[in-house]
């Protein structure tokens, strides 16, 4: 299925508003007296999932709902921005209340490199989450190795170790009671179901262990089904996002720059421009000037001829005079331009992507101490 050809109106359902009830409850009940932080938080974290310049859910409840008699918290928490509320998310601390369990992470990135940025989110915390990373190999999508994987997501269950999730979905089946805190107590004890085909085995889930899924924003609107987006809280997260006007400003200068790198001088003499430079329509047939420099199309090269236009290039800072000779058109200058039009940063740098360049700013302004 094709991203366009499904209804996103289904991407938020029940849980997501149960979950924002019961978090602003929730707030309302243990510090009694609700501020802005506390509901936007709770509305960001339960309707997230959209890169905000597409989709702020604040505009929907602001329109809706008064909430400007609600002040906001001097100690700026529970934070309402986007890498901190995720930071919140993973770590519990705004929300460890009697009776409020987060639900656990589905993450939407542009490009899976985001890895990073949540691995030193827990990293900063000395934690060393488990990551599970999956494949269509056809080795990795045995029974085998499912049931594998199934074993160490079990043990990190067991011992309290968040697990990091990319490119699973042979196994998100198996993890729906898990996703969905489908626990079951015995004593204090928390158990959850694993299924796995016929089997099911319960496993142990200890109050520390995070779930954390990664996948690529434009597969989770197209394939992930409704039920498991709707079971998970839902954060959209891609480096450039995570930017100062500063750093993207860095940015852009650094993709200027590699986009010049590839792209080739066009008044290089044997590579024509796209359009005539004599009147600017796209130019399908070239004819080289006499100052070997400058290119025009039939439609100039006529008004020459017929003394409609002067015998002179008509680039401005030329202006040579060009010499009536026969004019041939040049298929080397047109053939060489056809070569460069495919040519684009994405093709020209193995790998490249504008979040690498995003991650790579970052990169750098970590280690100059934030000083671009
Ligand atoms: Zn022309
Ligand atoms: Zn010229």
């Known amino acids: 299925m094709k991203p366009e050809e499904r209804d996103l109106t289904d991407f938020f359902g029940l849980t997501d508003f149960y979950s924002l ?5 929730n707030f309302a009940d243990n510090t009694k007296a609700l501020n802005r932080n506390q509901l936007e938080h709770s509305i960001r974290r339960n309707f997230g999932g959209f ?54 992470l589905l993450i939407l990135t542009e490009n899976l490199s985001v890895l990073s940025i949540i691995l030193d ?12 990373f999956g494949s269509k190999f056809r080795d990795d999508i045995s029974y085998t190795q499912v049931f594998h994987n199934v074993y160490r ?11 990091i999730l990319l490119n699973l979905g042979d196994l998100y089946e198996s993890l729906y009671d898990t996703f969905n805190r489908y626990f079951s107590t015995w004593g204090d004890r928390k158990y959850v179901d694993l299924g796995l085909g016929d089997h099911r085995v319960k496993s142990f889930v200890d109050d520390k262990f995070r ?19 709707s079971r ?12 100062t006007d500063e750093q ?53 090269k006529e008004k020459i001829e017929n003394g409609l236009m002067e015998r002179k290039c008509p680039v401005k ?19 060489n331009r056809q070569y460069f039009e495919n040519s684009s940063t994405q093709t020209a740098f193995i790998g490249y992507s504008t979040e690498m360049t995003a991650l790579a700013v970052r990169k750098a302004a970590e280690q100059f101490d934030g000083k671009i």
Request: aromatic share 10%; net charge negative; proline share 7%.
């Open 211 to 229: 779930l954390v899924v990664i996948a690529d924003k434009n597969k989770v609107h197209s394939q992930f089904p409704i039920p498991l987006i």
């Open 21 to 25: 009830i019961k978090m602003v409850v």
């Open 248 to 300: 993207k400003r860095v940015k852009k200068d650094l993709e200027n720059w590699a986009k010049e790198f590839v792209t080739p001088q066009i008044f290089y003499k044997t590579v024509c421009p796209p359009s005539c430079e004599g009147c600017g329509a796209e130019l399908i047939r070239p004819y080289k000037l006499t100052c070997q420099l400058h290119f025009i199309g039939p439609c100039c």
């Open 232 to 243: 998970l809280e839902k954060h959209y997260l891609s480096a450039t996002s995570l930017l």
């Open 317 to 335: 800072d030329c202006g040579e005079e060009i010499w009536l000779e026969e004019w041939v058109m040049d298929s080397v200058a047109l053939k």
């Open 51 to 104: 890169d905000p310049e597409t989709f702020n859910p604040m505009e929907f409840f602001e329109k809706y709902c008064n909430m400007d008699d609600l002040k906001l918290a001097k100690d700026d928490r529970p934070p309402v921005d986007s890498i901190r509320i995720i930071q919140a998310s993973l770590s519990g601390e705004d929300t460890a209340f009697e009776g409020m369990e987060s639900r656990y």
């Open 121 to 132: 989110e827990f990293y900063s915390k000395n934690i060393h989450p488990e990551v599970v």
């Open 153 to 163: 997501i079990k043990k990190c269950m067991d011992m309290g170790k968040p697990v």
